[in-house]
């Protein structure tokens, strides 16, 4: 069963400043999602990763994909407040042979404060 | 191209009680996912369906919960005798493919009393 871990689970960081959020998971997948999600509402999909050494850039986010060691990072660099939110990676799962559904990321609450 | 339509936004139930949630995918999406956050958690997946049919509902209680997505019409989630430990925001995807990007409507966030 694929489970996927994030950390950490908060964090808060001053504005300008840079960090990084893990996430792992436990079985082999094809694809990985980042999304961010807003108190009280939808998730907004970020990035979609697809093959190992991936890399793809947002304005001041950054996302890869290590395959290899089932491990992605999203880099935040010069933090800013609007950045302030819950920041869920998902990964798919296989089900007879194609990706059927995500498996969320327990999430990573940003705070950025000034 | 409207997004993924969720209603009702709220919807506020006794214990007991019937919950039906509605989910209308986006146009030209026919494959559908339902899922619920519990406060300050990530989200679980519950189903997977396709028009007609259930694919993988792995994720759904043995009991109580049901869900369809007739030919016609929207995508039903539908909790019976509700309980308080329903109380969560689900929400609905739906992508154009198995596999594809999902986009997530805005969630329904039931409260039971």
């Known amino acids: 069963e694929l489970k996927v871990e994030q950390n950490p689970l908060f964090l808060s960081m001053q504005e300008g400043k840079n960090y990084t959020i893990y996430c792992n998971y436990s079985?082999?997948?094809?694809?990985l999602y980042w999304y961010r999600q807003d108190p009280g509402k939808s998730l907004e999909s970020l990035f979609v990763l697809l093959s190992n050494g991936a890399v793809k850039q947002e304005g001041r986010l950054m996302a890869s994909l290590d395959t290899k060691a089932r491990l992605s990072t999203l880099h935040i660099t010069a933090a800013v407040h609007d950045l302030s939110a819950t920041y869920f990676c998902?990964?798919?799962?296989?089900?007879?042979?194609?990706?059927?559904?995500?498996?969320f990321g327990t999430g990573t609450l940003l705070a950025v404060q000034p | 191209n409207a997004g993924v339509m969720q209603n009702p936004r709220h919807l506020v139930r006794r214990r007991g009680q019937e919950a039906r949630l509605r989910c209308s995918p986006m146009k030209g999406h026919s494959h559908v996912y339902w899922y619920r956050q519990l406060p300050e958690e990530g989200l679980k997946f519950m189903v997977y369906?396709?028009?007609?049919?259930?694919?993988?509902e792995s994720g759904m209680p043995k009991e109580r919960f049901s869900a369809e997505f007739p030919k016609e019409g929207p995508s039903i989630l539908r909790i019976q005798q509700v309980v308080r430990g329903d109380s969560a925001a689900y929400f609905c995807a739906s992508s154009p493919s198995q596999g594809e990007k999902l986009f997530f409507g805005s969630g329904t966030q039931l409260s039971v009393l």
């Open positions: 998902a990964v798919g799962s296989n089900y007879g042979g194609a990706t059927n559904k995500l498996i």
């Open positions: 369906l396709q028009k007609e049919n259930i694919i993988d």
């Open positions: 079985t082999t997948s094809d694809r």
